[in-house]
């Protein structure tokens, strides 16, 4: 269980890199003020999950218990950061073809929602897989 939720972890990184390559090039560094996701939630959330997931796979190759926690306990503020992320996208691409949204052009308004949702279905399992492997489930 413990490398599938490696994979999922991984695959889950592949479309927050996605997302945030899309948020940096269309101006979300430069532009700060045209974003509805704060930097500092949004490289919070990447720096976060990154250290889990370097935890993760070190947890995985010396097998320690300890660390299965520490990578599921690093996971819940990701988690967390990823829910108001969500909760400050969905207005904008619920407007992203009104007037009010061409002229505002948030970098976030160009995100592939299949990339959203896939990214967050996963980072889901990937979350429930972590808590079962520190549980022991499955060993």
């Not at 991984?10 to 430069?30: P, S, Y």
């Not at 250290?51 to 660390?67: F, P, S, T």
């Not at 972590?130 to 489930?137: I, Q, Y």
Request: glycine share 10%; no cysteine; aromatic share 10%.
């Amino acid at each position: 269980m413990g490398i599938a939720a490696l994979i999922l972890w991984l695959l889950t990184a592949t479309g927050g890199f996605v997302l945030l390559g899309t948020w940096i090039a269309k101006g979300g560094v430069r532009q700060p003020d045209s974003s509805h996701l704060p930097a500092p939630v949004l490289f919070g959330h990447f720096l976060l999950a990154a250290a889990g997931l370097i935890v993760w796979i070190v947890y995985l190759v010396l097998d320690n218990d300890a660390l299965a926690w520490i990578a599921f306990a690093l996971l819940v503020p990701v988690a967390a950061l990823g829910f108001f992320m969500l909760a400050r996208w969905l207005p904008v691409y619920r407007s992203r073809n009104s007037i009010a949204a061409a002229t505002t052009a948030a970098p976030e308004r160009h995100f592939p929602v299949a990339i959203v949702g896939g990214h967050g279905l996963l980072a889901v399992t990937t979350v429930v897989l972590v808590f079962l492997t520190a549980l022991g489930v499955g060993s």
